[in-house]
């Protein structure tokens, strides 16, 4: 419902946006690679390699999730809209425990990006 103090000619002539993902997992790392810049890429200087592999896997991840809208229903029991803010929040986690650990806490990493950012919904 419109606003009362809010005119509305403005609304129904205005340019209305969105914002969609695209189709297939391909195009979908190639927009995360597209928006992501090379300071990301280098933003890691205690663990590189790991980093960019990680960051990999976890675009790949997020394609994967992103692209699970088109099956509908089946392996999952409610709809979720995933965003770029998921796999920025999962990228700066993924972040820091690289940069503060000594070794890769695969079972922390497992549960806050599995379980927290993508799956408390």
């Given at each position: ?72 229903p ?28 000594e ?19």
């Amino acid at each position: 419902m419109p606003s009362p103090v809010f005119p509305v000619p403005v609304l129904q002539n205005g340019i209305k946006l969105t914002n969609e993902p695209p189709k297939g997992v391909k195009a979908n790392i190639g927009r995360t690679y597209n928006d992501t810049g090379e300071e990301v890429l280098e933003s890691c200087s205690a663990k590189p390699s790991e980093w960019r592999r990680l960051l990999f896997a976890l675009s790949f991840f997020h394609a994967v999730v992103q692209e699970r809208r088109k099956f509908g229903p089946l392996g999952w029991n409610i709809k979720y809209e995933f965003n770029n803010s998921d796999l920025e929040c999962s990228s700066s986690t993924l972040r820091m425990f690289l940069t503060e650990q000594e070794q890769i806490p695969w079972a922390a990493l497992e549960y806050v990006v599995g379980h927290v950012n993508y799956g408390g919904r």
